[in-house]
């Protein structure tokens, strides 16, 4: 069973960066598309961003792109968000996710259990 764990949430400010992790156990990583998504209160879960499974790939939602970067570590079974330019629209509650790939939730099996960004000055 894969198992997904994020970290790297906290309070920061607007012009802000900061990068938030997900350690993934379990299952076959290297074979599955990653992506975070994020859901603010009140609102959908919304797509952040996703790499293949062999990073080849990447995709981002125009709300978050040139700000944020995603990668992967396949060998130590990590995945990232990098984000920079941090807004207040960007507080949410951030969501990492493996499994076939694409824009919607519904490609994801396996999710974590959530990390808390807010952009606050």
């Known amino acids: 069973q894969v198992q997904l764990v994020e970290s790297g949430g906290r309070l920061v400010q607007p012009g802000d960066s900061l990068r938030l992790s997900c350690a993934v156990s379990?299952?076959?990583?290297?074979?599955?598309?990653i992506a975070w998504f994020r859901q603010a209160p009140g609102k959908e879960r919304e797509f952040v961003a996703a790499?293949?499974?062999?990073?080849?790939?990447?995709y981002y939602a125009d709300s978050v792109k040139g700000r944020f970067t995603i990668s992967r570590d396949n060998a130590k079974k990590t995945m990232f968000l990098q984000m920079n330019s941090l807004k207040p629209e960007d507080t949410a509650v951030y969501y990492c996710?493996?499994?076939?790939?694409?824009?919607?939730?519904?490609?994801?099996?396996?999710w974590g259990q959530g990390t808390q960004v807010t952009v606050s000055s």
């Open positions: 379990g299952g076959l990583f290297s074979t599955k598309a």
């Open positions: 996710a493996a499994g076939i790939g694409g824009l919607m939730p519904i490609a994801y099996d396996y």
């Open positions: 790499i293949k499974y062999n990073g080849g790939a990447t």
